[in-house]
């Protein structure tokens, strides 16, 4: 294994409680309370329910109806099965979401949220990238 993914892989399994103390910060005691003012607006909600819905159901159609030309000429529908056939069935067991925040990138306003499934399997992070009312890029990572 070279020394970069070791680095990364390192990174990844120590807990936040581990980073901030080897970083010489502080870990905080209180959590921070979800509230309304931590919610994506309705209409971004309504897209991202949209994409999951669509990768759900295995609708290719309804997927890149709302992204921008770049967003449709890279999502392949061969691209989007493959993935729709990986996360459909852990999808229609259940899931649950937590919406983490948003970023301005590039001009973009991205939007994260947490997707935890019912069948305990390893959680997700989804990442939805906006412009102009119009999706630039959806990750599943």
Same mark, same amino acid.
């Given at each position: 294994?070279?020394?970069?993914?070791f680095i990364v892989a390192a990174v990844i399994t120590m807990?936040?409680?581990?980073?901030?103390?080897?970083?010489?910060?502080?870990?905080a005691n209180k959590q921070v309370k979800q509230t309304q003012s931590n919610q994506p607006e309705q209409s971004v909600q309504k897209t991202f329910t949209s994409l999951i819905n669509a990768v759900e159901q295995n609708n290719y159609n309804q997927f890149i109806s709302q992204g921008?030309?770049?967003f449709k000429?890279?999502?392949?529908? @061969?691209?989007?099965? #493959? *993935?729709?056939?990986?996360?459909?069935?852990?999808?229609?067991? &259940?899931?649950?979401?937590?919406?983490l925040g948003n970023?301005? @990138?590039q001009?973009? #306003? *991205?939007?994260l949220w947490k997707l935890t499934f019912?069948?305990? &399997?390893?959680?997700?992070?989804?990442?939805?990238?906006?412009k102009d009312g119009?999706?630039?890029?959806?990750?599943l990572n």
């Open positions: 294994m070279n020394k970069m993914a807990s936040p409680l581990t980073l901030a103390v080897a970083n010489n910060v502080q870990p921008n030309a770049a000429e890279a999502v392949t529908k @061969q691209t989007f099965t #493959q *993935v729709s056939g990986q996360l459909a069935p852990r999808l229609k067991k &259940g899931y649950s979401l937590i919406f970023l301005n @990138q001009g973009y #306003q *991205v939007y019912k069948d305990s &399997g390893d959680d997700i992070l989804a990442r939805l990238s906006l119009k999706i630039g890029g959806f990750w």
